[in-house]
């Protein structure tokens, strides 16, 4: 069955860490361009961060420097690395992945990504 499952998300107060895992199953996914998403209650989904299949990292203004985003080939996960994290950054987050021309103009888009997206994993930042 192809899918991806986020984990790693909880609570944590103003400053804190969390790292996030999206474990990829039922594909090989290194043509793909796969990104992180979130979003607020009553917000739309938002790009965080991206990586492309060539490698090539882009991340949203609003993390870059504090957030990382990582692949790992052998272990077919990708992963999100939140430093120094403030409230506005609760939400729910989602990984997601695609193949396709528009999510290499924009990988950060998140209507460019129609083929795979996982259930999300919840972040909660208290001040």
């Known amino acids: 069955q192809v899918q991806l499952v986020e984990s790693g998300g909880g609570s944590v107060q103003s400053g804190g860490s969390l790292r996030l895992s999206c474990a990829a199953s039922?594909?090989?996914?290194?043509?793909?361009?796969m990104g992180w998403f979130r979003q607020a209650p009553g917000k739309g989904r938002e790009g965080v961060a991206a990586?492309?299949?060539?490698?090539?990292?882009r991340y949203s203004v609003s993390v870059k420097d504090r957030f990382t985003i990582s692949r790992s080939y052998a272990k077919n996960t990708l992963y999100l690395q939140m430093n120094n994290l403030k409230p506005e950054d609760t939400a729910m987050y989602y990984c997601?992945?695609?193949?396709?021309?528009?999510?290499?103009?924009?990988?950060?888009?998140?209507?460019?990504?129609?083929?795979?997206w996982g259930q999300g994993t919840m972040v909660t930042v208290s001040s």
């Open positions: 997601a992945a695609d193949r396709s021309p528009a999510v290499r103009l924009d990988p950060l888009r998140a209507e460019n990504y129609r083929e795979l």
């Open positions: 039922g594909y090989t996914y290194s043509s793909y361009c």
């Open positions: 990586v492309e299949s060539d490698g090539t990292r």
